[in-house]
Nanobody
Framework: QVPLVESGGGLVQAGGSLRLSCAAS????????MDWFRQAPGKEREFVAA????????YYAESVKGRFTISRDNAKNTVYLQKNSLNPAATAVYYC?????????????????WGQGTQVTVSS
C-alpha cells in the first residue's frame, strides 16, 4: 500500500487556477505511475491525467488538455495537478491513485491505493 493524501482543493471562480497535491508515504512512490481522477455529483468517476513513474510521459483526458498539467517530484513523494482556466464543469472531488508499473490505466485492479479525495468547486 502507498498511503496517499490529496490537498489543495477549494472554491475558485471560473477562469481561475488551482494546484492540487497528492503526497505519498513510504519509499516506493517512484515505482508507481500516478493518475488523477474526478467525480462530479451524480456522475461516474472519470480519468483526468496520468504520469509515468519517471515523469517522462503524461496523458490527459481530452476535456482538460491544454488547461491541466500533471507533474511529480519523486524526491518529495508528491504528484501535482495544475489546473488553469477553470470552468464550473470542473467542479468535482479529485482523487489521486497509485498505479502499478505496467498496469492498465483505468482498470480497478491496476491500482495499489487511492487518496481520500479533495473537493474542487468552481463558481460561475
Amino acid at each position: 500500500q502507498v498511503p496517499l493524501v490529496e490537498s489543495g482543493g477549494g472554491l475558485v471562480q471560473a477562469g481561475g487556477s488551482l494546484r492540487l497535491s497528492c503526497a505519498a508515504s513510504g519509499r516506493t512512490f517512484s515505482r508507481y505511475s500516478m493518475d488523477w481522477f474526478r467525480q462530479a455529483p451524480g456522475k461516474e468517476r472519470e480519468f483526468v491525467a496520468a504520469i509515468t513513474w519517471s515523469g517522462g510521459s503524461t496523458y490527459y483526458a481530452e476535456s482538460v488538455k491544454g488547461r491541466f498539467t500533471i507533474s511529480r517530484d519523486n524526491a518529495k513523494n508528491t504528484v501535482y495537478l495544475q489546473k488553469n482556466s477553470l470552468n464550473p464543469a470542473a467542479t468535482a472531488v479529485y482523487y489521486c491513485a497509485a498505479r502499478r508499473h505496467g498496469a492498465m490505466l483505468g482498470v480497478a485492479s491496476s491500482y495499489e491505493s487511492w487518496g481520500q479525495g479533495t473537493q474542487v468547486t468552481v463558481s460561475s
